[in-house]
């Protein structure tokens, strides 16, 4: 067990690491990565997998880019690697901690629990004095796949508009879940239902809802359940999460998504295919995706169901009001920023923390390649940098704001972009937006839309119909439910049977 004194009162020791590869992985293993040394004081999970600073029993995470390690070698490790805090190698407090290993080698995605990937095997440690940790790397992350099921099909395309604007090959992925009397109804066409998940779900999250004995699949397989086909998109892009639109770092991801694979999936599963027919969900991350999608390509879809979306302005990103605000760590009394809160309003994380862990997490030292939240933020609603990164709007470091990224980010300000275009879009949003936000968001997200809310009720010419609903002492997604998102798609289409042709 953790020792129950805190970190700063204990005595501390110098550990070193000596980090070889196992002969298994030698063939796999490439000569060129980032090396992550995980010091977790949690003994229940595996370290690799804990990457936000949220449990009260902290993963310490250290890392450093190494090149030309040759695998027949070990690596020996000392000191100078980055940290998220508070203590380095050289003086780790006493404790028993689980220790791991990763070799970050894959180029193909942005996180690094990506596939071929190779890490070690979790090593409990306890450390009483000075000690060399002797670790070898054993193991691969292996391919993301589906499990069968006779109602789940994947989906995956080469985007011909992402490969050209990367100029290399950009895959597009997916996963569908047929309704029940899909295969007894062969002429039958269907309505769809995209979802988006929370920040960075994968497509094979599918199969949490229909593997056998699940609540949802017991009536998503029964008479009762609406004939809708789902599909689940996926969250991985070159920065994190693509969120599923254009950017100049990402590139064009919404063209990519309404032209290329919304057609295939589409057409290869029998949808009815026209705008009163198609719709949007999510959770988190996904609520604003969908929320956005929905403004963006008003036309297009014919309903977004938004739980919990991440800031949907920018006067109120989380705690930062962007466009007046001086630092994103430290507010005008220079307290810190918290970027997650309980449901009592007491701190859970705060901002310079949450980042630091992101800053260590990417290659180049700082979030903007992390792969994290902030990473996927900034990759999508900022210019891209002098370096070839996405252009930060704080400083990594010292959370300073540069204004001019601020104005930038106003493009992707869904309260400014309604109000600038309103009159344009606001008729074909009737009766097409629909959210709902805990009044206790855990990442403070409330604030943000109160003030769309506010902006829409005000609205004429038309006068918004939005429905928002605001609950008091809930929490980040609690109500979020698939089933209530497709009874609510159901009973919309029932009183639109125009739409349904």
Same mark, same amino acid.
Request: proline share 7%; aromatic share 12%; with cysteine.
């Given at each position: 067990?953790?020792?129950?004194?805190? &970190?700063?009162a204990?005595?501390?020791?110098?550990?070193?690491?000596?980090?070889?590869i196992?002969?298994s992985?030698?063939?796999?293993?490439r000569?060129?990565?980032?090396?992550?040394?995980?010091?977790?004081?949690?003994?229940?999970a595996?370290?690799?997998?804990?990457?936000?600073?949220?449990? @009260?029993?902290?993963?310490?995470?250290?890392?450093? +880019?190494?090149s030309?390690?040759?695998?027949?070698?070990?690596?020996?490790?000392?000191?100078?690697?980055?940290?998220?805090g508070?203590?380095?190698?050289?003086?780790?407090?006493?404790?028993?901690?689980?220790? @791991?290993?990763?070799?970050?080698?894959?180029?193909?995605?942005?996180?690094?629990?990506a596939?071929?990937?190779?890490?070690? @095997?979790v &090593?409990?440690?306890?450390?009483?004095?000075?000690r060399?940790?002797?670790?070898?790397?054993?193991s691969?992350?292996p391919?993301?796949? &589906?499990?069968?099921?006779?109602?789940v099909?994947p989906?995956?395309?080469?985007?011909? *508009?992402?490969s050209?604007?990367?100029?290399?090959?950009?895959?597009?992925?997916?996963?569908?879940?047929?309704?029940?009397?899909?295969?007894?109804?062969?002429?039958?066409?269907?309505?769809?239902?995209?979802n988006?998940?929370?920040?960075?779900?994968?497509?094979?999250?599918v199969?949490?809802?229909a593997?056998?004995?699940?609540?949802?699949s017991?009536?998503?397989?029964?008479?009762?359940?609406?004939?809708?086909?789902?599909?689940?998109?996926?969250?991985?892009?070159p920065?994190?999460?693509? =969120?599923?639109?254009?950017?100049?770092?990402?590139?064009?991801?919404? =063209?990519?998504?309404?032209?290329?694979?919304i057609?295939?999936?589409?057409n290869?599963?029998?949808?009815?295919?026209?705008?009163?027919?198609?719709?949007?969900?999510?959770c988190?991350?996904?609520g604003?995706?969908?929320?956005?999608?929905?403004?963006?390509?008003p036309?297009?879809?014919?309903?977004?169901?938004?739980?919990?979306?991440?800031?949907?302005?920018?006067?109120?990103y989380? *705690?930062?009001?962007?466009?007046?605000?001086?630092?994103?760590?430290?507010n005008?009394w220079?307290?810190?920023?918290?970027?997650?809160?309980?449901?009592?309003?007491?701190p859970?994380i705060?901002?310079?923390?949450?980042?630091?862990y992101?800053?260590?997490?990417?290659?180049?030292?700082? =979030?903007?390649?992390?792969?994290? @939240?902030?990473?996927?933020?900034?990759? &999508?609603?900022s210019?891209?940098?002098? +370096?070839?990164?996405?252009?930060?709007?704080?400083?990594?470091? *010292?959370?300073?704001?540069?204004?001019?990224?601020a104005?930038?980010?106003?493009? =992707?300000?869904?309260?400014?972009?309604?109000?600038?275009?309103?009159?344009?879009?606001?008729?074909s949003?009737?009766?097409?937006?629909?959210?709902?936000?805990?009044?206790m968001d855990?990442?403070?997200?409330n604030?943000?839309?109160?003030?769309?809310?506010?902006?829409?009720?005000?609205t004429?010419?038309?006068?918004?119909?939005?429905?928002?609903?605001?609950?008091?002492?809930?929490?980040?997604?609690s109500?979020?439910s698939h089933?209530q998102i497709?009874?609510?798609i159901?009973?919309?289409?029932?009183?639109?049977?125009?739409?349904?042709?």
């Open positions: 067990m953790v020792c129950s004194v805190g &970190l700063n204990q005595p501390t020791h110098k550990v070193s690491f000596r980090i070889t196992s002969d992985m030698q063939e796999k293993f000569t060129d990565g980032r090396l992550f040394i995980f010091i977790s004081e949690n003994p229940y595996e370290p690799r997998d804990q990457l936000w600073p949220i449990s @009260q029993k902290k993963n310490h995470i250290f890392a450093g +880019n190494f030309d390690w040759k695998p027949d070698r070990p690596l020996e490790i000392e000191a100078g690697l980055m940290k998220t508070p203590f380095d190698l050289v003086n780790v407090p006493e404790g028993t901690f689980a220790m @791991q290993v990763l070799w970050d080698q894959d180029k193909e995605e942005s996180r690094i629990n596939a071929g990937n190779l890490h070690s @095997q &090593l409990p440690v306890n450390i009483t004095e000075d060399i940790i002797e670790i070898r790397i054993d691969e992350i391919p993301r796949k &589906l499990a069968d099921h006779e109602f099909r989906v995956e395309i080469q985007s011909d *508009t992402l050209a604007w990367w100029n290399r090959p950009v895959k597009l992925k997916a996963s569908v879940l047929l309704p029940g009397d899909y295969f007894d109804h062969p002429e039958k066409r269907y309505p769809v239902r995209y988006i998940a929370g920040y960075g779900g994968r497509y094979d999250r199969y949490r809802l593997r056998k004995n699940s609540n949802f017991s009536w998503w397989f029964s008479e009762e359940a609406p004939r809708i086909i789902n599909v689940f998109l996926d969250g991985e892009g920065f994190g999460d693509p =969120y599923q639109l254009d950017s100049e770092n990402n590139g064009p991801y919404g =063209y990519a998504l309404i032209h290329e694979l057609p295939h999936i589409e290869s599963f029998r949808a009815i295919g026209t705008p009163g027919t198609r719709f949007v969900d999510g988190s991350t996904g604003w995706v969908s929320l956005a999608l929905q403004i963006f390509y036309d297009f879809f014919n309903g977004a169901f938004a739980y919990s979306p991440d800031a949907v302005e920018f006067e109120n989380q *705690t930062i009001n962007i466009y007046k605000d001086q630092n994103a760590f430290y005008e220079g307290n810190p920023r918290p970027v997650a809160r309980d449901l009592t309003g007491d859970m705060m901002m310079k923390e949450f980042v630091q992101e800053n260590v997490q990417g290659s180049s030292s700082t =979030y903007l390649n992390s792969g994290g @939240q902030m990473c996927a933020h900034t990759a &999508l609603y210019p891209k940098g002098k +370096n070839g990164l996405p252009a930060p709007l704080f400083d990594p470091h *010292t959370g300073e704001i540069d204004r001019d990224i104005e930038h980010w106003k493009k =992707y300000d869904l309260k400014i972009h309604l109000q600038e275009n309103w009159s344009e879009i606001g008729p949003l009737q009766g097409k937006i629909w959210i709902w936000m805990g009044d855990h990442f403070i997200l604030p943000a839309t109160r003030a769309l809310d506010e902006f829409l009720k005000h004429t010419d038309p006068r918004s119909d939005a429905k928002i609903i605001f609950e008091p002492m809930q929490g980040h997604c109500k979020f089933r497709l009874e609510m159901a009973e919309k289409l029932k009183y639109e049977p125009n739409k349904v042709q």
